[in-house]
Nanobody, 119 residues
């Protein structure tokens, strides 16, 4: 069984920066694509950014040029550097990973971390 643990959320002013981290733990697993999703109050969960094991990235149009996703495969960790934050970035951010564990692939989610952009 694998687990994803997130950290790094908080309160920041518009134009500020935050860095989210998500570490996968467990025993005998392999990780495929990792990503970040977010869900604002009253809205559906949406993809923010994804990254393959080889480092290929994909971003939502709303965050292109402001957010950067990266991963450290040796540490089983994915990061989301968020710069030039806007009010509309306020949401609960969730880490996601496709993980092979116990002879099967499955989608794993972190517990979520709150990001609030407010003056």
């Amino acid at each position: 069984q694998a687990h994803l643990v997130e950290s790094g959320g908080g309160l920041v002013q518009p134009g500020g920066s935050l860095r989210l981290s998500c570490a996968a733990s467990g025993s005998s697993f392999s990780i495929n694509t990792m990503g970040w999703y977010r869900q604002a109050p009253g809205k559906q969960r949406e993809v923010v950014a994804t990254i393959t094991p080889g480092g290929r990235t994909n971003y939502a149009d709303s965050v292109k040029g402001r957010f950067t996703i990266s991963r450290d495969n040796a540490k089983n960790t994915v990061y989301l550097q968020m710069d030039s934050l806007k009010f509309e970035d306020t949401a609960v951010y969730y880490c996601n990973a496709g993980i092979f564990s116990g002879s099967r692939w499955a989608d794993y989610w972190g517990q979520g971390t709150q990001v609030t952009v407010s003056s």
